[in-house]
């Protein structure tokens, strides 16, 4: 029996994941939360194989939460659950110790077929993310500019590029303004960029939102 926690802010989403799962025989679903601190109360106390993960979780950027997770609980299989497609986090994630990636909006199939996989220790990577990776150790492909960031300078850029102030991406993150301005300073460094509306027009045209 594969043990699952579900963990999505969106009641909604979760019930319907669970309807999804229900229908499998050998899937037990152990435990639901709706923001981190929550996801690692219920790791702490329930037996868990598999947590299906969303990234947008209260409380916690997704990515560190993540890696927090990986680092506490080694043995449980984390899939991710996003709203965001591979380009924008399946790298990021794979790399912070995801064991497979799932947009909301692929074929409901295969989150059965992807959990089964990473319960029994391998990968989930869909095709588009098997290319992404390819393009990723190809030493001749150059990276696009998004890549070379940090998690966390990604991050905030994506919320400037989603039209987040400064001290609104401080609130979220929980982090200072100044920190927050340092995260921004360096992104544009190493995009070679000057201005937010720079960042707004290279998220726009590369599809990074959603």
Do not use: W
Request: charged share 25%; aromatic share 6%.
């Amino acid at each position: 029996m594969i043990r699952i926690i579900i963990a999505d802010d969106h009641a909604v989403m979760r019930l319907g994941t669970k309807q999804l799962l229900a229908e499998e025989v050998d899937f037990e679903i152990v435990g639901e939360a709706a923001d981190a601190f929550d996801v690692v109360h219920r790791l702490r106390t329930v037996p868990c194989d598999v947590l299906l993960l969303d990234l947008n979780m209260p409380k916690r950027n997704g990515v560190d939460l993540l890696k927090d997770i990986r680092s506490e609980f080694p043995n449980v299989a984390v899939l991710i659950l996003s709203m965001h497609p591979e380009e924008q986090f399946g790298i990021r994630t794979l790399r912070a110790g995801a064991s497979g990636y799932l947009s909301k909006d692929g074929e409901p199939e295969l989150i059965p077929k992807a959990i089964r996989i990473v319960a029994g220790g391998r990968k989930y990577v869909s095709p588009a993310l098997a290319q992404l990776l390819a393009d990723d150790v190809d030493m001749n492909f150059q990276k696009p500019l998004h890549e070379i960031l940090s998690d966390r300078e990604y991050t905030v850029v994506r919320l400037i590029a989603s039209g987040n102030t400064v001290g609104r991406i401080a609130e979220l993150l929980t982090l200072s303004v100044k920190t927050v301005s340092n995260y921004r300073a360096r992104a544009l460094e190493k995009m070679n960029m000057q201005t937010n509306s720079d960042i707004m027009s290279y998220f726009y045209k590369n599809g990074l939102l959603s």
